[in-house]
């Protein structure tokens, strides 16, 4: 990666929104629920939002909370013995985490880019991914969750209906008040002024 200088104008302006958006009680919360989910040994980051990602910049804390969401014997990431130095194999390892969070079930648009947690540019993109994958597990209720289910919002599940051939013919009977309504409907009393006149 190559240096990158200081920003000026417009793209600082854009920097610094990004930057605003970053949430810090959010961060303590992410925080403890990844040591909850994988034990005392992924440390703890130092507060505010560098240290953050700098816990989490080579991936190994990310691949093993993702891991620690599957069962035991079908882990996703394949976790090195030493974390990684070269950047390549840190941006790799972060990179097998997105794909293993959209094989969870983390829809596109809420991922992160690599570039966004590597680099610093969008860490509050960082903490959505980790809230959608808290979400998730807390609404899959599958055993492998661990911590406080008050931590995330449960998504909304697909609750699906049966009706019988009968309940289906009485719908087709119904006039649904989309169409509208003629109930009340006449012209009596209508008059649109004098008549017409005719003179010869």
């Known amino acids: 990666m190559a240096n990158k ?41 130092e507060r505010g939002r560098l240290g ?17 969401l599957y069962p035991d014997g ?27 969070a959209e094989d969870y079930g983390v829809v596109k648009t809420d991922m992160f880019q690599t570039v966004d947690l590597f680099e610093a540019k ?11 994958l808290g979400s998730l597990a807390v609404t899959k209720n599958d055993g492998n969750y661990h911590g406080d289910p008050n931590w995330f919002m449960k998504k909304a599940q697909e609750h699906k209906r049966e009706f019988t051939e009968s309940q289906l013919k009485e719908g087709k ?14 012209q009596a009393g209508m008059s649109y002024g004098r008549p017409r006149q005719i003179i010869s």
Do not use: H
């Open 5 to 45: 200088g200081p920003s000026y104008g417009l793209s600082r302006d854009v920097q610094s929104k990004i930057e605003k958006k970053y949430d810090d009680e959010l961060e303590d919360r992410l925080v403890e629920w990844i040591v909850a989910q994988c034990g005392a040994a992924v440390g703890r980051p």
């Open 122 to 132: 969008d860490m509050a993109a960082v903490q959505r991914t980790l809230m959608a």
């Open 173 to 186: 009977n119904v006039i649904g008040l989309q169409m509208g309504s003629n109930k009340g409907a006449s």
């Open 74 to 100: 079908s882990k996703p990431v394949k976790i090195p013995d030493t974390p990684p130095t070269m950047v390549f194999k840190q941006m790799e390892q972060i990179a097998q985490f997105l794909k293993a």
């Open 52 to 68: 953050f990602q700098v816990w989490l910049k080579n991936g190994i804390v990310l691949s093993r909370l993702v891991n620690s």
